[in-house]
């Protein structure tokens, strides 16, 4: 017998819905502006069977390049052999979020550009980029008035 490659096989754990997140759809998903160029994840809502996305698109990010009344198009690049093609997909509201891949580097970009109007106003140079964190400084644990304190588990009693 054959395996089934239904257009839904192996999405019985993608699309459900989450821990204490099922039935109603709350309204703010249907009130959430979308517009041209915005980059946005697509997340399957397995409730809703219209406007679905195939599966291969679950997870993905694209950018936006069309709106309509009830779904948006976006665009997305999909791996294809060594090369991406770009495939435009029509999605319902209800299957996409807005990204929040970007909002990390956008604050960081405002606080550079705050150092730097800094630096310039005091005539210093400022350090812009992100540093690992390094490990912590070295330390000397003095045993004067610190006795080392020696620990042992306490013994397991029944009482019935």
Known sequence: MGHSGGLRAGTRYAYSRDFKKKGFI???TYLRFFRVGDIVDIKVNGAVQKGMPHKVYHGKTGVVYNVTKTAVGVIIYK???NRY????V???IEHIA???SREEFVRRVKSNAEKKRKAKEDGSHVHLKRQPIMPREARTVET???VPE???PIAYETTI
Do not use: A
């Open 90 to 92: 029509n999605v319902r």
């Open 150 to 152: 020696t620990i042992t």
């Open 79 to 81: 791996r294809v052999g």
């Open 98 to 100: 807005h990204s929040r």
């Open 26 to 28: 709350p309204l703010s």
């Open 144 to 146: 004067k008035g610190n």
């Open 85 to 88: 093609i770009e495939k435009r």
